[in-house]
């Protein structure tokens, strides 16, 4: 008796009927591989659409969703950081127009000096801000006070342990040569329009990104605002961590939490310090209109104040 197999004719026969099959081509090529390829392929899809839905938040989305985050990259943004974004006519909103007061430069050059001065490192943060104190040219000094008055208040105002550094995370130091983090900017209203915008027409102040500018506008420096009730220092100095706070990071306006406390830092008291306020000028704001704190000038308030 003869054996019938004959693997030389079994292999040839293999080969035809594979040879006309796609699917057991690519299993011969690649092996237990053909089969990870697709599972692959179908768990990247499904990652991606979870991160579509919300899966993959970055820095600016958690900025946005909780005001008490920095975004530790609001230097990149393009855009003016603090600005109203509601549509209201100003006289809707008796607590944001300007008091009466002294004079104040409507026009500038849109060109900025530098106020001579450095000094040592304040704070215990670890992440150091450098900063420089300008005025815009043009502005009369004599209606500020002078430039080596405004930079020692900054100066001051910084260096206060209510102030930012209050917090153990920042710290600044003053430079006037090369580029710094901040340059803390007393600027004309014409060009604080420019770079900060005039859809409201109310005189405010804001952070602009591309050249790392807080903008003091002078008629809030000069003037101050209703809400403190002619306080013009203690004004200036909630202007200035106002402004420096969105210089930081703190991108986003907080509204009055309880009834009669002290207002957040990052509440926008130029304009009041009651919700029914605020929230017209910011819509996307959720919290209660009825509250109404009291004006405070510092991001760190020692109790009792």
């Given at each position: ?109 849109t060109e900025f000096r530098v106020v001579s001065g450095s000094g040592d490192r304040f704070g ?151 919700n029914k306020d605020i929230m017209a000028l910011d819509p996307d704001m959720k919290a209660d ?17």
């Amino acid at each position: 008796m003869r054996a019938r197999w004959d693997p030389t004719v079994d292999d040839e026969d293999s080969t035809n009927e594979t040879s006309s099959n796609p699917f057991a081509r690519f299993v011969r090529a690649f092996g237990w591989r053909a089969y990870a390829i697709p599972v692959l392929a179908v768990l990247t899809v499904l990652l991606l659409v979870a991160t579509v839905r919300g899966g993959g938040g970055t820095t600016a989305d958690s900025a946005d969703a909780d005001p008490d985050m920095r975004n530790a990259k609001v230097s990149e943004e393009t855009h003016a950081i603090g600005v109203p974004t509601g549509d209201i006519a100003a006289d809707a909103l008796p607590a944001g127009a300007l008091p009466d007061g002294g004079k104040f430069t409507t026009k500038g050059t849109t060109e900025f000096r530098v106020v001579s001065g450095s000094g040592d490192r304040f704070g215990t943060g670890k992440q150091v801000y450098t900063y420089s104190v300008e005025v815009e040219k043009g502005i009369d000094a004599s209606q500020f006070g002078g430039d080596k008055s405004l930079a020692k208040f900054v100066d001051t105002t910084l260096n206060n342990p209510r102030s930012w550094i209050g917090g153990g995370e920042v710290s600044f130091k003053r430079v006037d040569k090369g580029v710094p983090d901040l340059r803390i900017s007393l600027t004309s209203t014409d060009t604080t329009h420019e770079l900060c915008g005039n859809q409201i027409k109310l005189e405010t102040s804001c952070f602009y990104p591309p050249d790392h500018r807080v903008v003091l506008n002078e008629a809030r420096w000069v003037r101050g605002a209703r809400p403190f009730d002619g306080d013009d220092v203690a004004y200036r100095q909630y202007l200035v961590n106002h402004e420096v706070g969105h210089g930081i990071g703190y991108e986003k306006h907080k509204p009055c939490p309880k009834d009669g406390d002290l207002a957040p830092i990052m509440m926008q008291q130029t304009f009041g310090t009651a919700n029914k306020d605020i929230m017209a000028l910011d819509p996307d704001m959720k919290a209660d209109r009825s509250l109404v704190c009291r004006p405070n000038p510092w991001p760190y308030p020692t109790e009792g104040e």
